[in-house]
Every structure is written in C-alpha cells, then in structure tokens.
C-alpha cells in the first residue's frame, strides 16, 4: 500500500536510529506513521509503502516499509520545509522572503542559481552560496536513502553509511558496490554481487573476490562465531563466488597482508581464520583475563569455610557440591569461567 501526503507534526523520534512516530496527512485524511524515517522533518513530502496495523494502546498505524522523500509542490508546503529549520541561514522570515519573491521557482534558484537569491535583504553572496550548499547538502541525503533501497539496505542503514561515506556516498558505492558489505551489517551479498555484475564488475575481479570472503566470515559471527576453519572458509567462498580456488586463496593471503583478517595456526596444523576486529577483540579479552589472574587476590575472605556454613544454616540452603565448587573458584581465584544453560525454577 502506498500513500503521499506531508508530515503534520513528528510525535516521537528515538535520535539513535531514526525510528519515528509521525502525524502524516494525505489528500484524504490524517495518520499516524511508524517506522524508521532519518532525515525527515515536520513539513516534509513523502510517498510511503507499507501496511496498516492496529496498535493494542494506540490504535491503527501505518506502518512504513520503504519511504522516498519528495520535493513539496505547493508554495506553501515549500515555505513550510524551507523554514523547519534544517537549511543553514533560512528561517521562517527569510523562507516567506523567499517565497514571495520566487514562488515556485525557488527550488530551482537554490539548486542552480543561488546568486539570484542576492535581491533578498539581508542575503549576500556568500550567505546565498551557504544556503545553497545546505539545501542541495539535503537534497543529496534524499537520493541516497532511495538508492540504496535496491541494495536491500533500509533508511537506517542509509544513514549510517552516508555518515560514513558523506556527500560522494552515491559516487563511491557505483564505483565499488561492495564497500556496503563493510558499511552495514544488513547489507546482503548476493543481491549487491548481482546489480555490481550488471554494473560491469568481472566475476573473477579481486574487489569482488576478497568483499565475498570477508562476506563468509560475516555469516559465521552471525552464528556466533568469532573464527571459521581455513578449510570451510575455503569451499563455502568457492561456491559462494563461482571462481577457482587459486583465486580465493590469493585473495585470503592478500586481505592477511593488508591485515583485515588474521590466520592462526592452532593445535593438529589447524589454521583459523578471523575478520581483523573480531581477533583484535578476543585478543584483547583474553590479555585482560591474563593480567586479572595474575594480579593479587584481594578479595580473598578469611575463614571462608566457617562463614559459608554459618550462611547455609541462616538461610536454610543447603548447596550441592557442584555449587560450593563454584562458590570456592570464585574465592580462590581471580577470574573464573562458569558456562553452562540456564535452569529454570
């Protein structure tokens, strides 16, 4: 289902990740929207794909699945997005400024001939090129939610990576669709692979190659693992990337020298390979566990047998020997290490 309409007025926006509660009026009637909409702001035209829902508490909803922000067509509703404050330099009175000397015409004078806006009092030259770079600035963030919705990559995602890549984001992902698969962890492999290869990318391009590994070792976290078995990582990019074996392992031996992954040689020859970050951080917590065993036990309790028995005689537990094994690594030691599932009572 899809609807057009403008936003009357923003009821809630969680300021993380964009997810907002929104007043949306359309030709025929008032609703309320949901769902994650970045870079919107109260006056903004917007055609929206989704469903309604009915709320327990709040009643029917829309819920927004994909969303395109559009350039408002009426001068007022113009006025109203030049002056909700996102436009370096425009405010309410300098938008009706604008409006009532330009109308319409306005979106294109601040697109392509900013000097025209000179005749308004109080705008000079180099506060009409300001406002243009804002405007334009925000225009750019629009293309770009809706660009990469072909990439399977939600709004949220979208402004995650245009915080990342900035203005030239558009530029930068037809260069190399593949950096997406590094910018979001939503991002899916085989559909940005398919529109990279319909773009021009060669099957057999290390870009495509090296991005379709580190893509394998993504999957494995995601199962929780932090390591996958050089050997699986091999036959699972085989099939994944439809190239020889060479070529993957050419590619593994360049993304170690370049130090975005790490293999380690474990016990009976094994080698495992991890994505950098995620050795830096086992890494790092187990020096820390190290250098916590190794340090003095200072918490360490005098005539700890005497106090644990006067505790079970208090509070009428009597604990197993499993559990007192547990309670006396935590006395004796540093850092201890207790797994297993959790027993409900």
């Given at each position: 289902m ?6 009357k007025e923003?009821i809630?926006?969680?300021e993380?990740n964009?997810?907002?509660i929104a007043n949306f009026?359309t030709?025929e009637?008032e609703?309320?929207?949901v769902g994650?909409l970045?870079?919107?702001?109260k ?5 929206v794909?989704g469903n309604?829902v ?12 994909t969303?395109e ?11 109203k997005?030049?002056s ?6 425009v405010g309410?009175?300098?938008a ?6 330009f109308?319409?015409e306005?979106?294109s004078?601040?697109?392509y001939e900013p000097e025209?806006l000179v005749?308004?009092k109080?705008?000079?030259?180099e506060?009409?090129i300001?406002?243009s ?7 750019d963030?629009?293309?770009?939610v809706s ?5 399977g990559?939600g ?5 995650t990576?245009?915080?990342k890549?900035?203005?030239?984001t558009?530029?930068?992902i037809e ?9 979001s962890?939503?991002?899916n492999?085989?559909q940005?692979d398919?529109i ?5 990318m060669?099957l057999?391009s290390?870009i495509?190659i ?6 394998a ?13 050089y050997?699986?990582l091999?036959q699972?990019?085989k099939?994944?990337?439809?190239v020889?074996e060479?070529m993957i392992?050419?590619?593994i031996?360049?993304?170690?020298a ?9 016990e009976?020859?094994?080698?495992w ?11 790092n917590?187990?020096?820390n566990?190290l ?5 003095l036990n200072?918490?360490e309790?005098?005539n700890?047998d005497?106090?644990?028995?006067k ?5 009428d537990i009597e ?5 007192k094994?547990?309670?006396y690594a935590?006395q ?7 797994t ?6």
């Amino acid at each position: 289902m899809e609807l057009k309409g403008e936003i009357k007025e923003i009821i809630y926006r969680n300021e993380i990740n964009s997810y907002t509660i929104a007043n949306f009026e359309t030709e025929e009637e008032e609703t309320t929207i949901v769902g994650y909409l970045p870079f919107i702001e109260k006056g903004d035209t917007l055609s929206v794909t989704g469903n309604i829902v009915e709320h327990p508490d709040y009643g029917t909803q829309f819920k927004v699945e994909t969303f395109e922000k559009l350039m408002p067509e009426s001068v007022e509703a113009i006025e109203k997005y030049l002056s909700n404050g996102k436009i370096k330099g425009v405010g309410p009175a300098t938008a009706k400024k604008m409006i009532d000397r330009f109308g319409k015409e306005v979106i294109s004078i601040l697109r392509y001939e900013p000097e025209k806006l000179v005749c308004i009092k109080g705008i000079t030259k180099e506060k009409a090129i300001e406002i243009s770079d804002s405007f334009n600035s925000n225009w750019d963030i629009w293309k770009i939610v809706s660009y990469l919705e072909k990439f399977g990559i939600g709004a949220s995602g979208a402004e995650t990576i245009y915080k990342k890549l900035g203005p030239n984001t558009i530029e930068q992902i037809e260069s190399n669709p593949y950096i997406l698969i590094d910018l979001s962890s939503k991002a899916n492999f085989m559909q940005i692979d398919k529109i990279a290869i319909e773009m021009g990318m060669d099957l057999d391009s290390d870009i495509r190659i090296r991005s379709g590994i580190k893509y394998a070792l993504k999957l494995a976290t995601n199962n929780g693992h932090c390591t996958v078995l050089y050997e699986n990582l091999l036959q699972f990019s085989k099939e994944l990337l439809g190239v020889s074996e060479e070529m993957i392992e050419n590619n593994i031996i360049f993304l170690q020298a370049n130090k975005e992954i790490t293999i380690e040689d474990r016990e009976n020859n094994k080698e495992w390979v991890y994505l950098q970050n995620y050795y830096n951080a086992e890494k790092n917590i187990a020096e820390n566990l190290l250098a916590l065993d190794n340090y003095l036990n200072v918490k360490e309790i005098d005539n700890f047998d005497k106090k644990l028995k006067k505790i079970e005689k208090n509070s009428d537990i009597e604990l197993s020997e499993k559990q007192k094994e547990a309670i006396y690594a935590v006395q004796n030691n540093n850092v201890c290490v207790i797994t297993g599932g959790p027993r409900y009572w």
